[in-house]
């Protein structure tokens, strides 16, 4: 079973930044994609950032494009998240995410994810 541990996120008010890592314990194919999904209360958990592997190809949400960076190291396994000009609307539960052999098209729904991180907290205050 692949295990996510993640780290990062907080507090941070309107404007600011803040960065998100994750880990995976093993990868289960060599086309493989980790990424960040975010769930705020009474919402369906929503697409953030992705990259996959081989190559690199990262993905984002138009709701964070030009503000967040996703990178990854693939040696170690590791994603990371950089989140500028944070905005209200935002503040979630950010999880990581990884996935085997995933095709493009999959990539935006949470459904088609194998493996899930705790979650971590991010609020930007107003």
């Known amino acids: 079973q692949v295990e996510l541990v993640e780290s990062g996120g907080g507090l941070v008010q309107t404007g600011g930044s803040l960065s998100l890592s994750c880990a995976a314990s093993e990868r289960t194919n060599s086309r493989w994609a980790m990424g960040w999904f975010r769930q705020a209360p009474g919402k369906e958990r929503e697409f953030v950032a992705a990259?996959?592997?081989?190559?690199?190809?990262?993905y984002y949400s138009d709701s964070v494009k030009g503000r967040f960076t996703i990178s990854g190291d693939n040696a170690k396994n590791t994603v990371f998240l950089s989140m500028n000009n944070l905005k209200p609307e935002d503040s979630a539960v950010f999880y990581c995410?990884?996935?085997?052999?995933?095709?493009?098209?999959?990539?935006?729904?949470?459904?088609?994810?194998?493996?899930w991180g705790q979650g971590t907290q991010v609020t930007v205050s107003s």
């Open positions: 995410g990884a996935a085997g052999g995933i095709i493009t098209s999959s990539i935006w729904s949470h459904r088609n994810w194998n493996y």
């Open positions: 990259i996959r592997w081989p190559g690199a190809t990262t």
